[in-house]
């Protein structure tokens, strides 16, 4: 069964950075596209930024574009966030996932699975 274990949030003030990182489990990790999520409370979660198996394409939601960079590292297995200029909307728990049965982002945010447990950023004004 996938798994995914995602680390690295923690409490940061606005301007500030964080890296987070996704360590995937029991699948071929580069043959499946990966994306961060993240859902703050009363909130629906929303589609942060999706890889691509080879990096290309990648996806960003408008409100981080420029702010945040995602990547992969196929040989460990690991998908990263580094999120900079951090901004209290930011504030929710993030979670990482594979894209089922595809290597490709789109534009869709659906067809994602096997969600961990998340890491939580908490972003003070």
């Known amino acids: 069964q996938v798994q995914v274990v995602e680390s690295g949030g923690g409490l940061i003030q606005a301007g500030g950075s964080l890296r987070l990182s996704c360590i995937a489990s029991?699948?071929?990790?580069?043959?499946?596209?990966m994306a961060w999520f993240r859902q703050a409370p009363g909130k629906e979660r929303e589609g942060v930024s999706c890889i691509s198996w080879s990096g290309d394409p990648i996806y960003y939601v408008d409100s981080v574009k420029g702010r945040f960079t995602i990547s992969r590292d196929n040989a460990k297995n690991t998908l990263y966030l580094q999120m900079n200029s951090l901004k209290p909307e930011d504030t929710a728990m993030y979670y990482c996932?594979?894209?089922?049965?595809?290597?490709?982002?789109?534009?869709?945010?659906?067809?994602?699975?096997?969600w961990g447990q998340g890491t939580q950023v908490t972003v003070s004004s």
């Open positions: 029991e699948l071929t990790f580069d043959s499946y596209a």
């Open positions: 996932a594979p894209r089922a049965a595809s290597r490709y982002c789109t534009e869709s945010w659906t067809g994602f699975t096997a």
